[in-house]
T-cell receptor, first 111, second 118 residues
């Protein structure tokens, strides 16, 4: 089992819709979870972090964490064409303290 | 500096050659991470430093890969006897610390060094 798994996509949604991105992880001891956005040819940039079970909202973005199910998700409301990018889920490992990234989900928001 | 700086931005080399990739982190950031990203994949962890020491080098694929950070700032990733499979974008990231808390958890990435081994 890979340490961090995501659906590779592509996920296509129409402009204005909600995009839902999912991630599962294997290390039960992990406490810190992140979503990065990566535009084609660019480096990843942090958009959300979440540490506690439940929802965390920041503008159009909501991160959801369920540690019992080892599941993290990202919702993007009112999706815009500028949201089209690859979204990377990252987990900070309990052992080693390094950050492990998933393969990313490519999101395409259609005008 | 203002951001994480990586040089060179592009490197084309021949199979079997030696390559060095350099990362200059954000000033004051004590933690520095190296990742490798192949097309269509997520970043793959290689090694991270806290200060001058390698805190975790478990991601280095084999003994052809080595990294140093002698003064706790600039880091160099060294690849010996390059192979075609080493072709990827090598990303460097830094964070304020490597412990707990916001400063430890915000990774800022450089633009990457694209390595092509012919």
């Amino acid at each position: 089992q890979k340490e961090v798994e995501q659906n590779s996509g592509p996920l296509s949604v129409p402009e204005g819709a909600i995009a839902s991105l999912n991630c599962t992880y294997s290390d039960r001891g992990s406490q810190s979870f992140f979503w990065y956005r990566q535009y084609s040819g660019k480096s990843p940039e942090l958009i959300m972090s979440i540490y506690s079970n439940g929802d965390k909202e920041d503008g159009r973005f909501t991160a959801q964490l369920n540690k019992a199910s080892q599941y993290v998700s990202l919702l993007i409301r009112d999706s815009q064409p500028s949201d089209s990018a690859t979204y990377l889920c990252a987990v900070r490992m309990a052992r080693g303290q390094n950050f492990v990234f998933g393969p990313g989900t490519r999101l395409s928001v259609l005008p | 500096g203002a951001g994480v700086s990586q040089t060179p931005s592009n490197k084309v080399t021949e199979k079997g050659k030696y390559v060095e990739l350099r990362c200059d982190p954000i000033s004051g950031h004590t933690a520095l991470y190296w990742y490798r990203q192949s097309l269509g994949q997520g970043p793959e962890f290689l090694i991270y430093f806290q200060g001058t020491g390698a805190a975790d080098d478990s991601g280095l694929p084999n003994d052809r890969f080595f990294a140093v950070r002698p003064e706790g700032s600039v880091s160099t990733l060294k690849i010996q006897r390059t192979e075609r499979g080493d072709s990827a974008v090598y990303l460097c990231a830094s964070s304020l610390t490597s412990g707990q808390g916001t400063g430890a958890n915000v990774l800022t990435f450089g633009a990457g060094s694209r390595l092509t081994v012919l």
